[in-house]
């Protein structure tokens, strides 16, 4: 977005001649405009058509007794000067009731039908543009005038026309902007109908846009698509049914999608498909997302990332398009033009700039002009920055306090104070009801008068709503956050109004278990209002103690969070750790954070890799640490990336690595790694200090080259495990990636490499590297296309020297024609126990020839998997012989196979063979039915060695679930774990037994 150098500022020498001058350029326009409305008419006659109309037009004339255009002028003239002499000598409407009337009578009416639907939709535009302006400028006193207000730029305008530029030819059209909370999505939206009703923005693409707002939709309880399209109608001048009937010419923006909860996973056959069903707000509007309702329609919406969850996968082939928040130089300019005096407006966007949390803030718009607000009243009474704006709460409290203080007062009056105290119940009421638009009643319940509520958009705290001007919401959902935070601080939940309201201690928990996704700072502010600094504002400026009182219970309360078993599944870390960022306590951010075994979160945006570096400093008994890095370091490519402030911050959060020496494992998730980052990342993990002994990488991308990262293996002597699942690796990669493997003082015992991008030409570099490695005890490479390379890889594991115990191939293309190269491993390598073939097309014969090696006494192998292996009854025989003669193979899954009971009833008999040795038997999915439940409870009743079975997923019946039960029963019966499908309460531990059966039911 390209912001103009200068900012016209209007004031006192406004020039009335400019006005006028500019009020003559209106005129032409609209003279120009009406000209060519006629001229598009006049176009679509025929030249036969167009003759007709001249002499009609001369005869009409004379008949009105209206002064006749020169005939000699008329028949010369074109069809653009014939609409521009009929408008010149009769004016803009006599010269279009002319047209109107001659058109029927050179058979015409068409075009008469056609001007009607057209004045009919400029009404509509008109109405659009009244109600849109009305809605901008409920909030324009953020803008500045000629910089940030509400034209679009010329970038916005190309991107907009380009989203319904259709790529491939009959697509239907859906895309989705994505922004993150409070970023101005709604404002933006406004924007495109305003351009959309003044003609410079799909003019010729769109006859009608609809915008619908989730947030008012969810009022409603049921509707139709009619009704959702005649609440932004003013008039029905136009049939529903004509506008319906050219759906193409049709754009619907939904905003605000998270606030009805959709998760556009209905079955189809709840959807409705006729535009005039009513039914439930959600079915509706997921019937029109998901094209069941006017699917030649075109669809913008605006959601937040992940809500609903897996949005893209569940619309059909939508545009994805991230909404960008003002850029750090718009900031600046905002600053300039907000300030007035350059001198000052410098230093205190210096001050933001260097403070994270608040330069973030600044990107949203009404959050911009809301610090300018306060940091310019702070400077202007002469106060230190750092001590009244070093964090959001405190930003928030000045703003909140300026509101309320008189000019020339120090504290607010005790009206002002009831009055804060009846907004912050009004906040608090909202975020538990989840109500962010308050009508009168509500306004009224929390002590807000109709003069009060004057008063309070006159403080610009509150904005009207609705068009009537009976409803309120506050002026940006932040506000009301820390209002409602504000009022845990000044009164107690047992005296609020509304039953709705609960305890303190419900909302730290709801806040930090992340129970509403509209909760996004409550919780943190609350804590920043907790600060020593704000404790000693709220005692001067309200002299109450109520907040002073609750401070050590709301730190206890944290403390308890943190030390409960398992945490990361009671509290979003990131939460926790914005909570204490907010506090600035090091004692008690050291406290806290010394107990804490695990941590995971997300680093999305720049604030949070401050907040995580603070915190993480202070986490010093951790054990495992996952994180997740998107690109978030756009200075890497600048002149000295290691001292930008996000490096920095990176830094701090990678030396964990080396100052925790309890840190076992890492995880990095859902992450693009660039040069800067992997090499900080890196140098860190190759430190003989590094205790780190497992590394996990799942969906990480790297965009430079990955040598670096390869070397911490030949570094780090700690480290023992490395999984790379859904990393892709290169042909290149991966031979560099074995190369280190290679090396004597590399001490990876365990590699999993699944759905890594692996072919069947990697296998070689593998092999070669496990000929070599004396170490690597597990190798886990499912999900890559390795079947022609298979080959090659069990050349190298017969390998005398190979030390490989466990294999894991599933999902690696391999079929029946590579099983004799995996039954020669299995006879000659005497090391691998653990074999996993899952979801390979062995089919019966590949099976057939495992089980030839498999019943050889040379074969060590105790763990065969073969789940979804297209195996059926016969290979069952097999599988029996298998268990009859080879009593080292302790656990078998055939799991996903066209088993049956008759081969069920085989392997049964291979389970009570006195020299099975059989521990786990795994048969879910396997096809299997009541009549082989006798052949089950005999394996239950009498194998004296399988402690393990699961027959989930079979369609074994009640009795036939009971059978098994009660053979569990028996004397002789060792079985520990039984997996089924039973009636709960069906099965009861036998006190004859001293260990029950642990059943799954």
């Given amino acids: 977005m390209t912001l103009p150098s200068g900012c016209l500022i209007p004031g006192p020498s406004w020039s009335p001649s400019l006005s006028i001058f500019l009020s003559g350029l209106d005129e032409m326009a609209a003279s120009f405009i009406s000209d060519f ?10 030249k036969n058509e167009f003759l007709q109309f001249k002499q009609l037009l001369k005869q009409e004339t004379v008949q009105r007794g209206l002064q006749p255009i020169p005939w000699a002028q008329v028949k010369k003239a074109k069809r653009q000067d014939l609409a521009s002499l009929m408008t010149q000598r009769y004016g803009e409407q006599p010269a279009w009731d002319l047209a109107l009337c001659l058109f029927p009578k050179i058979h015409r009416k068409d075009l008469c039908d056609k001007a009607s639907r ?130 193409e010419r049709i754009l619907f923006i939904v905003d605000s999608l998270e606030e009805l909860l959709c998760t556009l996973t209905e079955p189809e056959s709840e959807l409705c498909r006729d535009w005039r069903e009513e039914r439930s707000v959600k079915t509706v509007l997921s019937s029109l997302l998901r094209r069941k309702i006017l699917p030649q329609s075109a669809l913008l919406l605006a959601a937040i990332p992940g809500r609903p969850e897996g949005l893209e996968s569940k619309l059909d082939h939508p545009n994805m398009q991230d909404l960008k928040p003002f850029q750090d130089s718009h900031v600046k300019e905002y600053f300039c033009c907000s300030f007035g005096d350059r001198g000052r407006a410098m230093a205190a966007f210096s001050w933001v700039q260097n403070n994270e949390q608040l330069f973030t803030m600044c990107h949203v718009p ?8 306060s940091l310019k009243q702070e400077m202007e009474r002469g106060r230190d920055l750092a001590a009244t704006c070093c964090r959001s709460s405190s930003v928030f409290l000045s703003f909140m306090f300026q509101a309320f203080t008189p000019k020339g007062a120090t504290r607010p009056s005790q009206q002002g104070q009831a009055l804060l105290k009846a907004l912050c119940s009004l906040a608090a009421e909202g975020m538990w009801t989840d109500t962010w638009v308050f009508g009168e009643e509500e306004l009224r319940r929390n002590g807000i008068a109709d003069t009060d509520a004057h008063t309070l958009l006159d403080l610009r705290l509150l904005r009207k709503y609705s068009e009537s001007g009976s409803s309120y919401s506050f002026n940006h959902a932040c506000m009301q956050e820390f209002c409602a935070a504000m009022y845990y601080l000044l009164d107690s939940p047992r005296d609020h109004p509304s039953r709705a309201v609960r305890p303190i201690e419900a909302l730290l928990l709801t806040y930090f278990r992340k129970d509403r996704a509209s909760w996004v700072f409550l ?89 995580a570096a603070y915190c993480l400093k202070y986490c010093r008994s951790l054990r495992e640490l996952t994180v997740s890095v998107p690109e978030i370091f756009p200075e890497e490519g600048g002149p000295d990336p290691m001292s930008s402030r996000t490096l920095v911050w990176w830094r701090q959060i990678c030396s964990v690595l080396t100052s925790n020496e309890h840190l076992q494992k890492l995880r990095v998730v859902e992450s693009k790694l660039g040069r800067w980052t992997l090499l900080i990342l890196c140098c860190q993990l190759r430190q003989t200090t590094c205790p780190v002994q ?5 969906n990480v991308s790297f965009s430079c080259e990955t040598g670096i990262f390869f070397e ?48 069947a030409k990697d296998c070689k570099a593998l092999a ?82 495992l089980c030839e090696a498999l019943r050889q006494p040379t074969c060590r192998l105790q763990t065969l998997c073969l789940q979804r292996c297209g195996i059926t009854l016969k290979i069952c025989q097999h599988l029996a012989l298998v268990l009859e003669s080879n009593p080292n193979l302790r656990i078998l899954d055939v799991g996903g196979n066209n088993i049956g009971d008759i081969g069920m009833a085989f392997l049964s008999r291979g389970v009570l063979h006195p020299h099975c040795g059989l521990q786990k038997l795994s048969l879910n999915s396997c096809q299997l039915t009541r009549a082989c439940c006798e052949d089950l409870a005999s394996v239950i009743a009498h194998s004296q060695t399988l402690h393990e079975l699961d027959v989930t997923d079979n369609a074994l019946s009640p009795g036939g679930v009971m059978l098994l039960c009660e053979a569990t029963r028996g004397p002789r019966c060792v079985l520990r774990k039984l997996r089924t499908k039973a009636i709960p309460g069906s099965y009861r531990p036998p006190a004859s037994r001293k260990e029950p059966v642990d059943l799954e039911l």
């Fill in 523 to 611: 919780g943190c502010f609350l804590y920043g209002l907790v600060h020593e600094s704000e404790q000693q504002r709220l005692d001067a400026l309200l002299g109450m103690q109520r907040s002073r009182e609750l401070a050590p219970q709301l730190l206890g309360w944290l403390r308890s969070l943190v030390e409960v078993k398992e945490p990361e599944e009671q509290v979003e870390f990131l939460l926790l750790f914005y909570a204490l960022f907010e506090v600035q306590s090091d004692a008690f951010a050291s406290h806290l954070m010394s107990s804490l075994r695990e941590a995971h979160f997300p680093l999305r945006e720049r604030p949070d890799l401050a907040v």
């Fill in 37 to 46: 409305r006629l001229t598009c008419f006049l176009d679509e006659l025929k």
């Fill in 118 to 247: 057209e004045s009919s939709a400029n009404a509509y535009r008109a109405h659009i543009q009244e109600k849109f302006i009305r809605m901008w400028s409920k909030d324009a006193f953020t803008e500045i005038p000629g910089c940030f207000d509400q034209t679009l730029t010329r970038e916005e305008h190309e991107s907009l026309e380009e989203y319904f530029t259709p790529r491939v030819p009959r697509r239907r059209q859906t895309v989705i902007l994505l922004g993150i909370p409070r970023i101005g999505k709604t404002r933006f939206l406004m924007k495109v109908m305003l351009a959309w009703s003044d003609g410079t923005l799909y003019r010729d693409k769109f006859s009608f846009i609809f915008y619908l707002c989730c947030r008012e939709l969810k009022q409603l309880r049921v509707t139709s698509l009619a009704g959702l399209i005649s609440r932004e109608r003013p008039d029905d001048s136009v049939p529903l049914a004509d506008i319906v009937a050219q759906p």
């Fill in 768 to 849: 070669w590297m496990l000929a070599i490695n004396k170490k690597l005890t597990l190798l886990d490479v499912s999900d890559n296309k390795l079947a022609e390379g298979v080959p090659t890889l069990c050349a190298a594991l017969c390998h005398p020297d190979c030390t490989l115990q466990t294999l894991v191939m599933a999902g690696c293309q391999i079929c029946e024609h590579f099983c004799p190269h995996l039954s020669e491993v299995l006879l000659r390598n005497a090391n691998l126990s653990h074999l996993d073939l899952s979801s390979n097309p062995l089919m019966d014969e590949g099976v057939a020839q």
């Fill in 694 to 698: 497992s590394l996990e990488t799942r």
């Fill in 366 to 373: 009404l959050l911009c002009w809301m610090v300018c607000t």
């Fill in 712 to 759: 911490v293996f030949t570094s780090n002597p700690n480290l023992q495990h490395l999984s790379m699942t859904s990393t892709q690796l290169s042909h290149d990669e991966v031979w560099v990636l074995c190369s280190a493997l290679s090396n004597p003082v590399c001490n990876i015992q365990e590699l999993l490499l699944q759905d890594s991008g692996l072919s």
